[in-house]
T-cell receptor, first 116, second 111 residues
């Protein structure tokens, strides 16, 4: 069964460094998402992406964040200058379509980002 | 209450018993979903119920949706130790596609 993959599974970085989290969505999916979960808290929407542009972003997704689909398979989340509070699990998701919102989003296993 | 708020926050039951978790939400939804997350791991999609549906089953899982009360319940029958996890209710609003998660219910199955 096709699945969303994410790399790395765990990333440790120093405050102020740039990180790139990578995701490979399911191949025929067109809509891509990033969510994050700070330890012990709920999963929060960051951004959705379609047709090579951001569809929607939350207030968490500030200028330090960017997303890109550099080729036909990868979908990346970049944090330009990490802060301690960026430490979280980051989940990528993809879906075949939207429209009525009834298309399931498939989640990757997550990347645990630790900022020291 | 927030959009997608689970009740109880934590639940401990004996193996073999049924576990019921509830979710309430505020605004009209297109669909409601339940996810499971083992400690520190990824999200596992359990079931999706659309706003025009009232009940869905998947194996030992039964989900109900009452749009008039803006509430849903997840029932796990004949619980097993492997069911120990956090369970999240998540909603998708009309004309939207992002998923809004609740804070979750931590379920602990006692041997």
């Amino acid at each position: 069964e096709p699945e969303v993959t994410q790399t790395p599974s765990h990333q440790v970085t120093q405050m102020g460094q740039e990180v790139i989290l990578r995701c490979v969505p399911i191949s025929n999916h067109l809509y891509f998402y990033w969510y994050r979960q700070i330890l012990g808290q709920k999963v929060e929407f960051l951004v959705s992406f379609y047709n090579n542009e951001i569809s929607e972003k939350s207030e968490i997704f500030d200028d330090q964040f960017s997303v890109e689909r550099p080729d036909g398979s990868n979908f990346t989340l970049k944090i330009r200058s990490t802060k301690l509070e960026d430490s979280a699990m980051y989940f990528c998701a993809s879906s075949e379509a939207i429209g009525t919102g009834t298309y399931e989003q498939y989640f990757g296993p997550g990347t645990r980002l630790t900022v020291t | 209450s927030q959009q997608g708020e689970e009740d109880p926050q934590a639940l401990s039951i004996q193996e073999g018993e049924n576990a019921t978790m509830n979710c309430s939400y505020k605004t009209s939804i297109n669909n409601l979903q339940w996810y499971r997350q083992n400690s520190g791991r990824g999200l596992v999609h359990l079931i999706l119920i659309r706003s025009n549906e009232r009940e869905k089953h998947s194996g030992r899982l039964r989900v109900t949706l009452d749009t008039s009360k803006k509430s849903s319940s997840l029932l796990i029958t004949a619980s097993r130790a492997a069911d120990t996890a956090s369970y999240f209710c998540a909603t998708v609003l009309d004309r939207d596609d992002k998923i809004i998660f609740g804070k979750g219910t931590r379920l602990h199955i006692l041997p």
